[in-house]
């Protein structure tokens, strides 16, 4: 059983920048692609960005260019490197696998303060 561990969020002025970590528990988890999602308030859960097994990368559109996802799978940990923050950016943030495959973790709060 995988477990994922999200840390690294907190309150932010808009244009500062957060590095998100996810550690997973099982190597398992970086046999697949590797994403990070985020819920916004009232929103559903939506993809940001992912990592393939070869590296390449992806991004929604509204991040482009800000955010940097990254993996270290001697470390099992992947991480979320967010600049320019916006206060849309405001929302739980979980990693998981691409497609969703393990139970999700708690999650990190990121919050952008105007």
């Known amino acids: 059983q995988v477990q994922l561990v999200e840390s690294g969020g907190g309150l932010v002025q808009a244009g500062g920048s957060l590095r998100l970590s996810c550690a997973a528990s099982?190597?398992?988890?970086?046999?697949?692609?590797t994403g990070w999602y985020r819920q916004l308030p009232g929103k559903q859960r939506e993809l940001v960005a992912s990592?393939?097994?070869?590296?390449?990368?992806d991004y929604t559109d509204s991040v482009k260019g800000r955010f940097t996802i990254s993996r270290d799978s001697a470390k099992n940990t992947v991480y979320l490197q967010m600049s320019s923050l916006k206060p849309e950016d405001t929302a739980v943030y979980y990693c998981n696998s691409r497609p969703v495959l393990f139970s999700w973790g708690q999650g990190t709060q990121v919050t952008v303060s105007s």
């Open positions: 990592i393939s097994l070869g590296g390449t990368t």
């Open positions: 099982g190597r398992i988890f970086f046999i697949n692609p």
